[in-house]
């Protein structure tokens, strides 16, 4: 396995070295003949597990910091943003990638107050690569490959591996550099990073490592003067990547760790909350949506809906979805309703989503990045309507609210389908077989709305200032309602032209 491992990390430094961008490394040496370049973190380990990755980032030795961005600033751009961690963004020449993070060695003077920026780093360009290794959060992180060396020159590569990182990558397993409870205390968000890495790389977490982070996991509720010591974004952010990775693995972990009842206690509510079984035989409420989230990703679905990926969007909705039940409930016992019912919890329910989110930050990720980006209002609005999906529902449904719900944003509409085919899944009635049938009377009607839509006019055939100039009118409610009748016509396909919107308006005046 180890030779395995260096002739993998070995072929992907290669690969790096041969883009043109890189050859600034080849005036490096000439620059710095006692100059030592490593590559080190988690690029390391991706080339071990054959995973895409991004973040490169390099240790630079025997280099005075000054010279260093003397030597960066001539081939390319230097972001002084992470000099307070003792880091330089670079941004090569030509580069369109993530920017590069370029130290020097470093070691860490922690506070252990849990916070991120509770350091004090020093940088030292004499400092052995083994000493910045051994800052590092998990040992699978803490792996170093030489690739410039002042004796060798270029293409040296030598891996430095000292917390034994490539055997946990064996044994897929993730554990901490040094003590678990310390390493944890420096940095209380290193708990929720790891629990990411676990759904990531499906790697299971040691067991010191597991114990010291259960014990630690109230502290995501910690303040300092009155700031979250943690802040919310960090905990968003890690959510989200978590789920994105592994749905159902990362409802289990955040569960099972604490990280749900520290951050979102709202969700443990579902626990316990009976379901009528009439509709639900699958069991209670959390178990519902933990199905929910297995149908998301499963061969199903993806036949079901071959173009929508799973993204943060969806798997969030699917997660909250139900939120509002608990709240909600009402039983024959204690209410003398007929049977369990959850009367309006979907709009409960996108209520405290809404909360939830706001309180996250779960809109952090840019709307450019799509598997992350989460539009606040997109998410509120499916749960708030995801219970429209019954039979009579969607028979009944005018055709124009039809293309308000799934026409006028069809990327949202698109979603709402899913949602309403992954709920569906997830609900196991009495009798045993799932209906689908709402969902294939809309999806039906809509194949019809789209063809008469294609030919005659994807826009209204008239609009209003035209109606009121024309039948006289004064502005006002009545000339919304009546192009609501004229565009419920022509999605009828009853009326195609100018002539026959005319003919049908006169008749409603």
Request: charged letters at 30%.
């Amino acid at each position: 396995m180890a030779a395995q491992s260096e002739r993998l990390i070995q072929k992907q430094v290669q690969r790096i070295l041969r883009d043109p961008r890189f050859r600034f490394w080849k005036d490096f040496i000439k620059k710095f003949p006692k100059g030592e370049l490593y590559l080190v973190g988690g690029a390391v380990r991706d080339f071990v597990l054959r995973r895409d990755t991004k973040d490169l980032d390099f240790i630079v030795r025997n280099v005075p910091v000054k010279q260093l961005m003397q030597f960066l600033d001539r081939h390319g751009r230097v972001d002084l943003v992470g000099k307070r961690f003792g880091v330089l963004k670079f941004v090569p020449r030509g580069w369109e990638g993530e920017a590069l993070d370029i130290a020097l060695p470093r070691t860490d003077y922690a506070l252990r107050s849990g916070g991120y920026k509770d350091f004090h780093i020093q940088s030292d360009p004499k400092l052995p690569i083994e000493n910045d290794l051994a800052r590092r959060d998990f040992t699978v992180n803490a792996i170093a490959v030489r690739i410039v060396n002042h004796e060798l020159g270029i293409k040296n590569y030598g891996i430095v591996d000292p917390f034994g990182g490539l055997k946990d990558i064996q044994k897929k397993v993730l554990r901490t550099v040094g003590e678990p409870r310390a390493r944890f205390q420096e940095d209380y968000s290193r708990m929720l990073r790891v629990l990411r890495f676990s759904c990531q790389l499906g790697f299971t977490i040691e067991k010191k490592t597991w114990t010291a982070l259960k014990k630690l996991m109230p502290h995501m509720q910690s303040r300092r003067d009155n700031e979250y010591i943690v802040p919310r974004e960090t905990i968003g952010r890690e959510l989200i990547k978590a789920f994105v990775a592994e749905p159902v693995r990362a409802l289990d972990i955040w569960d099972k760790s604490g990280a749900l009842a520290s951050v979102i206690p709202e969700l443990l509510q579902m626990k316990k909350c009976p379901q009528p079984r009439a509709f639900h035989t699958e069991g209670d409420v959390w178990v519902h949506t933990r199905l929910a989230l297995q149908k998301l990703m499963s061969p199903g679905f993806r036949r079901a809906f071959p173009d929508m990926a799973p993204v943060a969007v969806s798997i969030l909705t699917i997660l909250l979805h139900d939120i509002g039940k608990p709240k909600t409930l009402r039983t024959p016992q204690k209410h003398g309703v007929d049977r369990i019912r959850f009367d309006g919890h979907d709009l409960t329910g996108s209520a405290m989503a809404r909360v939830i989110a706001q309180r996250l930050h779960l809109s952090q990720f840019p709307k450019d990045d799509a598997r992350y980006h989460i539009d606040t209002e997109m998410l509120v609005w499916l749960i708030r309507y995801h219970m429209l999906f019954s039979e009579q529902t969607m028979r009944e449904m005018r055709a124009i609210t039809l293309e308000k719900y799934f026409l006028k944003d069809q990327y949202r509409g698109r979603l709402f389908q899913a949602l309403a085919w992954v709920d569906m899944s997830a609900a196991i009635p009495a009798h045993g077989k799932q209906d689908f049938k709402p969902l294939r009377i809309v999806q039906r009607r809509l194949r019809g709305i789209e063809k008469i839509l294609r030919r005659t006019h994807v826009r209204p055939i008239v609009n209003g200032g035209e109606v009121m100039k024309r039948l006289q009118l004064q502005p006002g409610p009545f000339i919304g309602r009546l192009l609501d009748a004229l565009r419920e016509e022509q999605l009828q396909g009853r009326v195609r032209t100018k002539k026959q919107a005319w003919e049908f308006l006169e008749k409603k005046i």
